[in-house]
């Protein structure tokens, strides 16, 4: 990693408005986006087969932070790729991120992609990503260690209990990295608040018609109700930890 790099962390929560469609991405006026949300999320895994309609897209939207995402099919990608593929799709905007998104289990297979497009001062989010439920609390710690090269360790999880608010309260205020955790599911909506009362730096929300995950908030309303909220801040470590 060069020392050169320059990545600005968050200092609070950033609503992310994710697209997962080239029709949704050509939709979307720049001037209303700073409304809608903080960072605009290309899942460029769903646009793959368009990079050349993508590119001409992008040029509409110079002047506002991206972030880009090529999913494994795995952890929820819309198309099966194979390494080199999502190398060579991350490769092709590397100059326009801001952010790229990698799953930590991917991290090996793309090493040598990750730390060129990091030497131009793109920040790196590594990422792990569970459709089916949410994994116990020291697997979930083990791979924020694990992730610890990441500017800021993403954790998207289904909730099938609301005892998955407080496991995952209690990863935010214990972990001093830089970190985004969201619930997915029906309980999603609810999680989303609550992380990002807890300093979840990256919080998810859909740009046009579909959701990119199950439970997500349109990013617009995201925004407000996220700009409502106040700050829950760390425990101290003599206390209770999480709710
Ligand atoms: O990983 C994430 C988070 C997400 O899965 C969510 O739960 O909002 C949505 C995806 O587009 C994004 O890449």
Redesign the pocket.
Not at 211 to 216: E, F, I, S, V
């Given at each position: 990693m060069s020392s050169q790099r320059q990545v600005t962390i968050p200092e609070c929560p950033l609503v992310?408005g994710?697209v997962?469609s080239l029709n949704h991405l050509a939709c979307l006026q720049p001037v209303e986006l700073p409304q809608q949300c903080d960072l605009l999320?290309i899942?460029l895994d769903a646009m793959s087969g368009h990079m050349d309609a993508l590119e001409l897209e992008l040029d509409r939207f110079k002047d506002f932070p991206l972030l880009f995402?090529a999913?494994c099919a795995a952890e929820?990608g819309a198309a099966v790729l194979s390494l080199e593929e999502r190398a060579e799709l991350l490769m092709a905007v590397a100059d326009r991120a801001t952010w790229i998104?990698v799953e930590l289990a991917s991290y090996n297979g793309l090493e040598k992609t990750i730390h060129e497009i990091r030497s131009r001062e793109v920040g790196l989010i590594l990422?792990y990503?569970n459709f089916d439920h949410t994994p116990e609390e020291f697997q979930l710690q083990r791979m924020v260690d694990m992730a610890e090269e990441a500017d800021i360790v993403?954790l998207?999880l289904y909730h099938k209990s609301v005892k998955d608010f407080p496991l995952c309260t209690s990863l935010l205020q214990r972990n001093t990295h830089p970190m985004a955790i969201?619930g997915?599911g029906p309980l999603?909506p609810v999680s989303r608040m609550l992380y990002a009362q807890h300093g979840s730096l990256l919080n998810?929300?859909y740009l046009g018609s579909e959701?990119?995950?199950?439970?997500?908030w349109p990013a617009e309303l995201l925004k407000t109700a996220i700009a409502a909220l106040d700050p829950i801040t760390k425990a101290p470590s003599n206390e209770p930890q999480g709710l």
């Open positions: 992310v994710s997962a999320e899942r995402t999913r929820g998104d990422s990503h993403k998207a969201m997915m999603a998810y929300g959701p990119t995950a199950p439970g997500q």
